[in-house]
Each structure stands twice: as structure tokens, then as C-alpha cells.
């Protein structure tokens, strides 16, 4: 990914509740037959004092059987993003040299990829992804309301994944290279159009 310097996110932490923030990402991987790419909810916690990702896909999903382990992936997230007109900048007023844009945020994950096909690893897996995402309901969902026969049968067609953390890089381009006017005009733009997310964004890394 290029990333000027101006644009560079090198805050562990900033990246980390990146993907708390924004958990579905693309899995990208090399097999035999070209470039393999899955789109899957994860989670980050340490293991063993590493940093590892965790998800799970379908086990007719083929990826396990292409894959060899400990092989190298990345994992892509993608932050608030959005079309920034010309129009937002005051400068533009004043001598017309200025062209649209794309604000986005992006962490790109490398790591080292593991299956996991017991079912104690599935269970806590899943378990943890379901209680990340149901914790804002009215009455949050949990695996043990099911029958465990069902939830069994459901872990078996399943496949664990981990990807250990071997390098992690953001790229936050919201802005920072025009003029605080021009930032400022951004935010008025944004406001107006009602993109919260972005314009949350914007206005965090002013």
C-alpha cells in the first residue's frame, strides 16, 4: 500500500481499535491457482504474547485444502471513507486549482496462517465472535441458547482460522495535506451531507 508520510498510521493501538471498530475484512492469500480472497469477520486478541486475528470460514470453503499453514496472508480493513468534492475548499474559490479526492481509512494486517479444526478452538471462537456483535442488543443472543446437538453439527462444518500478526501498517487519509481552511471547509462539506463517520474522522485527527 502507498502511503506518504503525511497519511501514515504507525499507532499500534489507533490500528488495533481500527479493527474493533470495523471487523469485516478481506483475507487475501496466494494458492496454486492464483490469488484467493474471503470476507470474513475477525477479532484480535494475544495469544502466547502474540498478536493473533481470529475468524472462521465454511469447511466447504476450499481455502483450507489450498493453503498450506505458517504461509503468508493479508488481511485488509477498511475504515469510514468517502468522495471529497473540490467544492469543500475555500481555496478553490479563490484560484480554481483543485481536483476531487478520496478520503478513506485502511489497515493492512500481514501474518502467518493456521487452521483449526477442534472443536473446543471453533467454540470459543464463535463464541467470542457472537458476543462482540450481539452485545448491543436488547437481549443479546448467546451459542448456548441453541441446543448444543445443533451447535455441534454447526462447528462441524466449520474450520477455525488464525493468522498470526507479523506486521501492521495504516494509512489514514483524511485531509492532513490541505490547508487548515481546507480542512476545515471538509468538515462544513461533510457536515452537510450528513457522512458521520468520516466526519468523526476528520475532525479526531485535526
Not at 486549482?97 to 494486517?109: E, L, S
Not at 443479546?140 to 455441534?152: F, M, Q, T
Request: net charge negative; hydrophobic share 35%; aromatic share 8%.
Amino acid at each position: 500500500m502507498y502511503i506518504p508520510k503525511h497519511f501514515q498510521e504507525s499507532n499500534e493501538a489507533t490500528l488495533i481499535e481500527l479493527i474493533g471498530q470495523f471487523p469485516f475484512a478481506s483475507l487475501i492469500s496466494k494458492v496454486d491457482s492464483g490469488i484467493e480472497v474471503n470476507h470474513l469477520p475477525f477479532y484480535l486478541e494475544k495469544k502466547e504474547g502474540k498478536k493473533v486475528l481470529f475468524a472462521h470460514i465454511a469447511k466447504a470453503n476450499s481455502l483450507w485444502k489450498m493453503k498450506q499453514e505458517s504461509e503468508d496472508v493479508l488481511v485488509v480493513f477498511n475504515g469510514p471513507n468517502g468522495y471529497i468534492s473540490p467544492n469543500y475548499y475555500p481555496s478553490k474559490q479563490e484560484h480554481g486549482r483543485a481536483v476531487p479526492t478520496w478520503n478513506y481509512i485502511a489497515v493492512h494486517v500481514k501474518g502467518t496462517l493456521k487452521f483449526r479444526h477442534e472443536n473446543e478452538t471453533k467454540l470459543a471462537i464463535v463464541n467470542h465472535l457472537t458476543n462482540l456483535h450481539e452485545v448491543h442488543q436488547p437481549k443479546p443472543w448467546s451459542v448456548s441458547d441453541a441446543p448444543s446437538h445443533y451447535i455441534e453439527k454447526m462447528l462441524s462444518g466449520i474450520v477455525g482460522i488464525e493468522v498470526e500478526i507479523n506486521d501492521m501498517v495504516g494509512k489514514w487519509k483524511v485531509s492532513q495535506n490541505q490547508s487548515l481552511e481546507n480542512q476545515q471547509g471538509v468538515v462544513n462539506g461533510l457536515t452537510a451531507e450528513g457522512a458521520t463517520q468520516l466526519l468523526s474522522t476528520m475532525i479526531t485527527d485535526q
